[in-house]
């Protein structure tokens, strides 16, 4: 059996299932995916991985998530579990906090799929979004060369909701932004230009994030995107950020985003992406704002749909 799959059995840790070896998976068809819970790249393939993991399961495919982590939050095994239950995430997951089997794959990629048949050879791989008809197909092939019967005729049908809807690529033009140590900022005083984003109050930006220290702090951005995604969360677990969003100076109403009511509040409670913008009309340039009302906030990174 290939060296990757043999990998799986230097797992610290599993989540949903009893340790996988690469002896017990001989026989069966394995969709090894790599991720890490906060990035909307990996959000967003979720629906159709949780639907071929639920459809093919019966017919002798295995999938397996391997999470390994950006953020240093995403290293916490009660995090990860939380989200995997949150997202319904059911299929077996190896914690790859040390990235031993993301080295041994020699991914580099956060979400990324591999495809392997029941010799244990990868036959196919595919990095990020996208092209989910031709990698489903490729799944119905290698069960159906393994001996599965019967796999049927039609692809699933997934429609992804809230967080996870296929993002508007014709209006994104703000890219993956980090608040950390390094990152660019343009403080200007007059109004931000596309893209542009400033920190206002006592923050620390340490090497991933930026912290509040201050009794309020806000953030600004001017983006041009249908959804506004900040991966944030408090700084000490069990505890909570009240926050305020506007909009080009107003409640966002409408465009607001899941994690947020119209008025434009809610609260930080989990290390975890929030959605808060969801534009509902004609996607243009705004002016987005937060504000935390009390400190103890980490921000890690602005990311757009």
């Keep these: 059996m290939a060296q990757e799959i043999n990998s799986l059995d230097g797992a610290a840790q599993w989540l949903n299932s009893e ?35 639920e459809r093919y399961g019966r017919h002798g495919l295995v999938v397996v998530g391997v999470h390994a982590p950006e953020f240093p939050f995403e290293r916490d095994l009660d995090n990860v579990r939380d989200a995997a239950r949150d997202m319904r995430v059911e299929y077996p997951l190896a914690i790859d906090n040390e990235f031993g089997i993301w080295s041994a794959f020699g991914n580099r990629f956060w979400p990324a799929l591999y495809f392997v048949d029941a010799e244990g050879t990868i036959r196919h791989h595919h990095f990020g979004e996208g092209e989910y008809e031709s990698s489903e197909q490729v799944l119905r092939q290698l069960l159906t060369k393994a001996g599965a019967a019967d796999v049927g005729s039609e692809l699933v049908s997934v429609v992804g909701e809230e967080v996870e809807a296929a993002p ?23 109004a931000l230009r596309l893209n542009d984003w400033t920190l206002s109050g006592e923050w620390n930006t340490a090497h991933q994030a930026a912290m509040l220290t201050g009794a309020q ?43 947020v009511d119209e008025e434009g509040g809610g609260e930080v409670t989990q290390q975890r992406l929030y959605q808060l913008i969801r534009q509902r009309g004609p996607v243009r340039e705004r002016t987005f704002e937060i504000t935390f009302l009390a400190p103890g906030v980490e921000a890690y990174a602005f990311t757009f749909g």
């Excluded at 340790?19 to 790599?34: A, C, D, E, H, M």
Aim: aromatic share 12%; with cysteine; charged share 20%.
């Design 19 to 53: 340790p996988l070896t690469g002896s017990g998976l001989r026989g069966k068809v394995v969709l090894v995916q790599f991720w890490t819970y906060t990035c909307i790249n990996w959000i967003r393939t979720l629906p159709y991985v949780r639907a071929w993991a």
């Design 168 to 190: 508007d690529w014709s209006s994104i033009r703000s890219p993956e932004t980090y608040l950390g140590m390094g990152a660019p900022r343009n403080f200007a005083a007059e």
């Design 217 to 259: 702090g806000r953030i600004a951005y001017r983006f041009h995107a249908r959804d506004l995604h900040l991966v944030m969360g408090p700084a000490e677990r069990g505890t909570s950020v009240p926050f305020r969003v506007l909009v080009d100076g107003q409640a966002p109403d409408v465009d607001h985003g899941v994690d």
